[in-house]
């Protein structure tokens, strides 16, 4: 497989975490927040986004797995969890890319069950498609269709990540 042709470049990309950013910064001015980034897609977007936020914000992260090669599994698994107790918290949890639904409603769930003070999402990539699960998305990226994607800390076994745009893989 190899890249077939780029599909957000890394212009668009940055101007899009500058919009984010804002409205983050908006939601949360008086306010404490800890943005949880899932590992390993979205360590770009959380390093991009962390350098525009101008609130009192701290970070931790969590690795869950749900893809086998280019193919969603259908089954969620947690391979590093929190460090840190979110009860009470207002929470933002950032990832890479939104497409079934299952990731995110699974994650949804278990920290629900954790008391925080609020949950919300955000997500950099959103496919166009019948979402099994749907979810309500308060920061949006860009909505793509359904081809597989990689750049921008979207990989397939292991590579691409360090693209600083998005491309289609094929």
Known sequence: ?????????????????NEIGNLINQDYAEKDLLIIGILKGAFI????????????????????????????????????????????????????????????????NILESRNPKSLEFMCMFIKNTEKEIPLDIKYKGFSIGPEFVVGYGLDHEGKYRELPYLAVLS
């Open 1 to 17: 497989m190899k890249i077939s042709k780029e599909l957000i470049s890394e212009s668009e990309i940055q101007k899009k975490i």
């Open 45 to 108: 977007t959380i390093s991009d986004l962390a350098k525009r936020l101008k609130i009192d914000v701290s970070f931790d992260f969590m690795s869950v797995s749900s893809y086998e090669g280019t193919e969603s599994s259908g089954q969620v698994k947690i391979e590093k969890d929190l460090d840190i107790d979110i009860t009470g918290k207002n929470i933002l949890i950032v990832e890479d890319i939104f497409d079934t639904g299952l990731t995110l409603s699974y994650l949804k």
